[in-house]
C-alpha cells in the first residue's frame, strides 16, 4: 500500500530501495504517529470537517491501534511503505470510509514532522532522567572523597593539589552545562509543524493552535515553508547537545583508564567488574571504560554527518532527510547504554588513599610554597624564583598546604550550589508518556457535543 498510487504499478525494486530501513525504523514512530493523527481528528471535528460521531469513530479506532502497538501486536506489512500508510490502512480496514479521513488536510511531509518531533522530545525527557542519575552519582562520590588529596595534571605533568572531590565535581557540572544545551534543543524541537502539509500550508480551515495545545508542543512552527527547512537544524541541535553528553562521558572515561593503569593505581573495581587476557594472567583491562569512550567519540561525529547530510540541500522537502531518523534513532540508544553502563561502573568504583604520600609528588606542593612566602609578604615573582631553584636543586621538600577557601576549590567545591543550577536547568523536561497523552485525547470522546 502506497499514499501516493494512482494506478500504476511501481517497480518493486525502486520501492524496496525508497523505503529504505523505514518498516523497521517507523516502529520507534508508532505510538507517536496514532497520537498525531488523534490530534488532528479532534481538531478536525473542530473545524467542522468531520462529524461528532466520526471523531468518536475515529479516535476509539486509533486508541485500539494505540494498545496494540503497546502490545507489540501492530506491525508494518511487506506491502506497506510506511507507518503512515500502515495505521491509514488499518483504520480503513476498522471504520471503511471514515477510516480513510484521517489524511485530511495534512501530508506525510507533516506527518512526520510531528511523529519525529514527539518521539524526540520523548527521549530528550528520558535521557534527562538518566543525566540527572549520573549527576546525582558523581556528586555523591565527590562529598564522599572531597578529603582524598590526588596529584592534579596539566600537559600530562604532575601540576599541583587536586582531590577526588575536585575531579569528581568537575564532571558533575560538565553534565549541568550538557543539560542546559540538552533543554535548548528540546526548547527548538517543541514547536509544532502540524498543518504546513508538504510546506505551502492548505485551502482548509485547519486550527494549527489547537493541535498545539493538545500535543503539549510550546508554540506554532509558523512559517509552512520553514516546516520543511526545519528538518536537519532541529536534528543538529539536538545532536550538537548529544555530542556534548557524549565528549564528557568520554574524558570521563579517558580518565579512568588512565588512573586504572599500574603506573597510576588511582582507582579500582572489583573483579567481577574487570576483564583480562587470553594469555596474559596479570591483565585487568578497563574494557567498559574504553568502550564508553569509542561510542562516545563515535557520537562526537553525529553533528558533522546531519551537516554533510543537509548541507547542500535546497528549500522543501528532499527524500535525502529519510536518512536522519536512524540516525538520531540510534545515538539516543548508544548514549542511553553509555549511561547506564557507566553508573553501574561508579556504584562500584574503588578509590585508593594516601596517593600524595608518594614522594614522586612532593613537588606539586611547589605552588603552596610559593603561597605560604607570598603571605609572609615576599613579592609573588621572588618568591616563585625562590621555590623553583628549590625544585631544580632537588632541595625542595613538601610543605603543608594552604587553604583553599575560594569557591570551586578543594577546600569549597560549591556542590550544593551546582546541583541548584542542575536542578534549574532540569525543569525543562517534562517526562510526559505517551499513554497520559493518549489517555488526554480519549477525553475528547463525546456524546454529541462539538468539540469546544
Known amino acids: 500500500m502506497k499514499l501516493w498510487e494512482k494506478g500504476i504499478n511501481p517497480e518493486p525494486a525502486i520501492i524496496e530501495f525508497t523505503a529504505g530501513k523505514d518498516r ?9 504517529d496514532i497520537i498525531g493523527s488523534m490530534a488532528h481528528v479532534i481538531m478536525l471535528e473542530n473545524v467542522g470537517l468531520v462529524s461528532v460521531e466520526e471523531k468518536n469513530g475515529l479516535l476509539k479506532a486509533l486508541h485500539s491501534l494505540f494498545v496494540w502497538d503497546e502490545e507489540g501486536s501492530l506491525k508494518i506489512e511487506n506491502d506497506v511503505e510506511d507507518i503512515h500508510s500502515q495505521i491509514e490502512k488499518e483504520m480503513s480496514s476498522i471504520l471503511g470510509t471514515t477510516g480513510k ?17 514527539l518521539y524526540t522530545r520523548e527521549e530528550i525527557d528520558k535521557l534527562s532522567v538518566l543525566i ?45 552545562d550538557d543539560v542546559l544545551l540538552l533543554s535548548g534543543a528540546r526548547a527548538l524541537n517543541n514547536q509544532n509543524p502540524l498543518g504546513t502539509a508538504a510546506g505551502y500550508g492548505t485551502t482548509l480551515p485547519i486550527n494549527r493552535k489547537l493541535t498545539s495545545e493538545l500535543l503539549e508542543f510550546d508554540d506554532l512552527l509558523y512559517n509552512s515553508a520553514y516546516a520543511s527547512l526545519s528538518r536537519g537544524k532541529i ?39 574487570i576483564t583480562g587476557s587470553s594469555i596474559m594472567p596479570q591483565k585487568r583491562n578497563p574494557d567498559v571504560f574504553e568502550l564508553i569512550r569509542a561510542r562516545s567519540n563515535v557520537l562526537q561525529t553525529l553533528p558533522n554527518q546531519i551537516a554533510i547530510l543537509t548541507s547542500n540541500l535546497p528549500s522543501g ?15 539516543f540508544g548508544e548514549l542511553r547504554e553509555c549511561i547506564e553502563i557507566m ?15 608518594n614522594p614522586l609528588y612532593n613537588s606539586i606542593f611547589s605552588t603552596e610554597e610559593v603561597n605560604r612566602l607570598v603571605k609572609q609578604g615576599i613579592p609573588f615573582r621572588d ?28 577546600g569549597n567545591l560549591c556542590n550544593k550550589e551546582i546541583a541548584e543550577i542542575f536542578e534549574k536547568r532540569m525543569e525543562s523536561f517534562k517526562n510526559r508518556s505517551a499513554s497520559e497523552l493518549a489517555d488526554k485525547m480519549m477525553h475528547y470522546v463525546t456524546n454529541g457535543e462539538t468539540t469546544p
Open 24 to 32: 523497521k525504523t517507523d516502529l520507534a514512530l508508532t505510538k507517536w
Open 101 to 117: 479521513k484521517i489524511h485530511t488536510g495534512r501530508s506525510r511531509n507533516d506527518q512526520v514532522l510531528v511523529d519525529i518531533r
Open 132 to 176: 540527572r542519575r549520573l549527576f546525582t552519582r558523581l556528586q555523591s562520590l565527590s562529598e564522599q572523597y572531597k578529603e582524598v588529596l590526588i596529584p592534579g595534571y596539566t600537559h600530562m605533568q604532575p601540576a599541583m593539589v587536586s582531590s577526588f572531590g575536585l575531579w569528581f565535581g568537575a564532571y558533575a557540572e560538565c553534565l549541568a
Open 235 to 273: 536534528e543538529l541541535a539536538i545532536a550538537s547537545a548529544l555530542a556534548s553528553v557524549a565528549q564528557t562521558l568520554s574524558r570521563f572515561s579517558m580518565d579512568i583508564c588512565l588512573y586504572m593503569t599500574s603506573e597510576f593505581r588511582f582507582i579500582d573495581f572489583p573483579d567481577e567488574y
Open 317 to 331: 522537502y528532499n527524500r535525502d532527510l529519510q536518512l536522519l531518523k536512524q540516525l538520531m534513532f540510534d545515538a
Open 343 to 357: 553508573l553501574l561502573m561508579l556504584n562500584n568504583i574503588k578509590v585508593k588513599k594516601n596517593i600524595t604520600e
Open 383 to 410: 618568591a616563585y624564583k625562590a621555590v623553583s631553584d628549590m625544585v631544580k636543586n632537588s632541595t625542595f621538600s613538601r610543605t603543608s598546604i594552604t587553604d583553599y577557601v575560594h569557591e570551586g576549590s578543594i
